[in-house]
């Protein structure tokens, strides 16, 4: 038989890699905005972390990033499961990395987190 008629034993899903990289990249982004939400006072991301606490350009910037990274992350993952009788990790993976990715940009878009919520609690 010719090489040309085989059926590929590929292993890896292009598309799943996809769904998984940029679901944990955006989620990732989200919880050091989340981080920075809760404590303000964090020394993690050093010099930025002023322009992330008092809604400089990186702010905006990661806010951008998750929220684009994670609507990646969850079309990827349903794309990759239509057609399939057998439903791969990358499904939940790439929804629930979606998920976490969104949940920070979804709150600053709706102006529920706009200051870190220690300014909020000791006024």
Not at 5 to 12: A, D, E, H, L
Not at 21 to 30: D, E, H, M, R, T
Not at 34 to 56: M, P
């Amino acid at each position: 038989m010719d090489a040309t008629y085989r059926t590929s034993r590929r292993t890896v899903d292009p598309l799943g890699v996809v769904t998984a990289v940029s679901g944990l990249a955006g989620a990732l982004c989200s919880m050091a905005l989340w981080l920075y939400q809760f404590r303000s006072t964090n020394t993690l991301l050093g010099g930025y972390a002023w322009e992330i606490t008092h809604g400089g350009p990186l702010r905006t910037d990661l806010i951008q990033l998750a929220f684009v990274l994670g609507i990646v992350a969850l079309v990827g993952a349903l794309v990759s499961s239509l057609g399939s009788l057998q439903v791969p990790i990358t499904f939940p993976m790439g929804l629930i990395l979606g998920a976490v990715a969104l949940s920070y940009p979804i709150m600053a878009m709706t102006h529920v987190v706009n200051v870190p919520i220690r300014t909020l609690l000791f006024r």
